[in-house]
């Protein structure tokens, strides 16, 4: 048992998960930890109060809320797993969106911009096209489609500029970000599509449901009663495979780790580098469209349309969602379903204890932060293992002791 | 006897994880020796000098000077005690002058003042004396690699440094310069100063040294005295077997020409002259024809200008009767084999597989894929058959990630991808840089292997003994042009360094071929 352990451990891919489960198991304890000490040094609450505060971090998805005696009541709640289910949909598809570039050697730190793109250009369709002269599932089909273009062409800028004058794509992206931020500001601003029907909604543009437009629920209402999950959370784990499936079988996938991997050696090799930052660039961004499409295409969610100060935090937390899942595409649908399941723990502790909602974002952040050191600790059990056994081609890196034993060709 | 040993490195052992660098090894330097120490890559030379230099603490073994047991801890340790070492890559300040490098961290002061007057006297003196040409007043940016090398042994100098450590001091430099250098540390010797010469080319060490230190795997195999040895038995204790030094081939029967350049010009990243300029030639079928020349004299431009990855400026470049001078590198690469100088940089995916990394021209062809998904199981296959045809050793076959592959088999997978490519011209550029002589023995017989199979091979080498060896026609490249044409039967070494250096020229010449 222990032999067959270990050789499982020797597995990059064994080693990968360990990590994010062990960086997760500290996220939570560290969290723990805040609610600790704000339970007890906070008037009013105390160490009861911390125990249930601990209980809803750890178990706050099986929450049903309190009984009779006011004790906290644990089980198998459709509706909290319904709507994780529901939140997790564009959380996938963002993380997606920043796992396609990671692999391809590009960081997509312009995925809020490529979502924002993408909600106005979904709910432009969604809205105005009327789905009593088109079916509403054609209305919705073209809704979702528009937001992955408008994703796909915004993700496309900063490729294009990176590609062509060689600027660092991040710096591209931050300033997309900001410039979607106010220009669909001002494609809402006094638009017809401003919420005017229910009072003091003006900051709201009308549900896609206002047009009939909605994503079908199918069944999964009946499985999850009274959450807003839909069929969404399929399609975003349908979309998860078709990238794993791009990245690591086609021969586009192939050419587009190369130009991640060594640029210079995929452009020797007669492989077109700058279209190939595009296109990854393009893809990232329809990703982070289609997150935005599921989202608002829901016929449920609102959309607050005076952006212009405000980045949607959905699109930047993509990156611990990829991070976290080592950018892998079939793991990212477990490590969205993962960040969503905070928000709802999150969510249980705001409701039923003293911590308010500004503490349970603390908390929160504090996991998703240590989350994200999944990559530290993979290096540390990478460290580990190379001193347990001896590398094969270590006689070359010898006189070279740390990571730069690539470099040691030249040393004798 | 023991009297005479000046440093004494008794029983060294230094790991380093999942590896024994230096593995119980003895060393004995004599006062006003030159003592070479000679092993292939990653025998653990550099990592010995370390500590005697105090960059590295053994785990076992003592190090003693005159007899008495020191410690060294760190390198001011060791200047303390009179060792100075004249690293492979020089660790001078670009942008300060020479003297303030020489003088850098020995400074003299008074008073918190820096005293330069005294310093360059003494500097001066000591370039008079050992005949050290340096510009004291020159940035080290603007001068010759050569002469970049003269300030660091003035440094060893200046401190006073009666023990010298030499790590691969010639590969910089020109034969002239090499020749230089040699008399310098002989010039040393006579003083008293004691040499160690770190080195695994066997002509400079048969020149210069009095004894040889050999280092293989970590392990010490032995010192003898270089009167009563040659090089070929250095060379087998080096590597461990019975080597071949010379390339065994016959007389080039050239063909027609398959690569044709005229007036060919690479435009420069670093200032705006040319860095290939006007240069015209041809490669035959069936010969290997060399360029040669010191590092960064537009060897690397011409071969970017090529094979695409760099644009031309002007002429034209034919390849089989095909005007390529605009065409992409794809294009290219269809009559083309291409054997990078950067083999980490273009000549691998290192976070790739060695099977991936095998298809990384053809994934797209046929056999390789089915519908744009790539055909996993053609791709293992055709690995397999390379892996077994080149000999490329590797952890686990196909699917071992090409950043864990030695130097040697990495290179050795390059070779394997791109000669089985078959194509007409072959372009080596460097393909033995940092291997070992085992690697190089094979790499130059499947290049020769190459020639004559009627293929037209261009090899880029900085290499003398390479170009000397493997060429059937050599052309020397200096400040980005042709500045002469040989026959490697009828030139040696001393006429094409003089070329190399610029310090002649051939007007015009023989390159009509």
Known sequence: ??????????????????????????????????????????????????????????????????????????????????????????????????????????????????????????????????????????????AFLSGILA?????????????????????????????????????????????????????????????????????????????QVNWGIIIAAVMAVAVYILITKTTLGYELVSCGSNRHAARYAGINDRRNIVLSMAIAGGLAGAAASLYFLSGNTEFAWSTYQFLPPVGFNGIPVALLAASNPIAIIFTGCFMSMLNIAGQQLTNLTGYNEYITDVIIAAIVYLSAFSLVIKMMLDGQKKHKTSVPAAADSAPVPGGKAEKGGEDA | MAAENVIEMLHITKRFPGIIANDDITLQLRQGEIHALLGENGAGKSTLMSVLFGLYQPEAGVIKKNGQEVKINNPNDATALGIGMVHQHFKLIDV?????????????????????????????????????????????????????????????????????????????????????????????????????????????????????????????????????????????MMVGRSVQLEVQKGPAKPGEAVLSLRGFCVPSRAHKRNAVNLVSFDVRAGEILCIAGIDGNGQTELVHGLTGLEKSSGGTVTLCGEDISHASIRHRGGNMSYIPEDRHKHGLVLDFTLEQNMVLQRFKEKQFQTKGFVNKGAVREYAQRLIEQYDVRSGQGPVTVARS??????????????????????????????????????????????????????????ELDEVMNLSDRILVMYEGEIVGEFDPKQTDVQELGLYMAGAKRMEKGGHSA
């Open chain 1, 151 to 227: 994703g796909a062409a915004w993700g496309a800028i900063p490729g294009l500029v990176k590609a062509l004058l060689n600027i660092n794509e991040v710096l591209a992206c931050i300033m997309t970000n900001w410039i979607a931020a106010n220009l669909v500001t001002w494609i809402f601003d006094g638009s017809n599509w401003r919420n005017l029907e229910e009072n003091g909604k003006t900051g709201y543009i009308y549900k896609t449901a206002h047009n009939g437009v909605e994503t079908a629920k199918w069944g999964l209402d009946t499985i999850f009663p009274s959450s």
């Open chain 2, 96 to 236: 300060f002058t020479v003297l303030d490098n020489i003088i850098l961290g020995a400074e003299t002061t008074k008073a918190g003042f820096l005293q330069k007057r005294e310093a360059r006297a003494k500097v001066e003196a000591l370039s008079e004396r050992y005949g050290l040409k340096v510009d004291l007043d020159a940035k080290v940016e603007d001068i010759t690699v050569g002469m970049q090398q003269r300030v660091e042994i003035l440094k060893m100098l200046y401190r006073d440094n009666e023990i010298l450590i030499f790590d691969e001091p010639t590969a910089v430099l020109t034969p002239q310069e090499i020749d230089e250098l040699m008399a310098t540390m002989k010039e040393f010797a006579k003083e008293g100063k004691s040499i160690l010469f770190i080195s695994h080319k066997l002509n400079e060490i048969m020149e210069v040294s009095d004894r040889v230190t050999v280092l293989r795997k970590g392990k010490y195999i032995g010192t003898v005295d270089t009167k009563d040895t040659d090089k070929q038995s250095l060379s087998d």
């Open chain 1, 1 to 142: 048992m222990k032999e067959k352990w270990s050789a499982l451990m020797q597995k990059d891919g064994a080693k990968t998960v360990v990590a994010s489960l062990l960086s997760i198991l500290i996220g939570l304890l560290v969290g723990c930890v805040i609610v600790l000490v704000v339970g007890l040094t906070n008037p009013g609450m105390g160490a009861a109060a911390a125990w249930d505060g601990i209980r809803l971090v750890l178990g706050g998805i099986l929450s049903t809320g309190r009984d009779a005696v006011g004790n906290l009541t644990f089980g198998f709640n459709p509706t909290n797993v319904g709507n994780m289910l529901f939140r997790a949909t564009p959380l996938i598809l963002t993380g997606l969106s920043v796992a396609v570039a990671f692999k391809t050697g590009l960081f997509n730190i312009g995925a809020p911009g490529q979502y924002l793109m993408g909600t106005a250009a979904t709910l432009v369709v969604a809205l105005s096209i009327p789905s009593t002269v088109v079916p509403a599932p054609v209305v919705w089909l073209l």
């Open chain 2, 405 to 462: 592959m030695s130097g040697g088999n990495q290179q050795k997978a390059i070779i394997a991808r791109e000669l089985d490519r078959e194509k007409p011209l072959v372009v080596a550029v460097q393909p033995t840089r940092g291997l070992d002589v085992g690697a190089i023995e094979y790499i130059h017989s499947r290049l020769v292997a190459e020639r004559d199979k009627g293929r037209a091979v261009l090899l880029v080498s900085l």
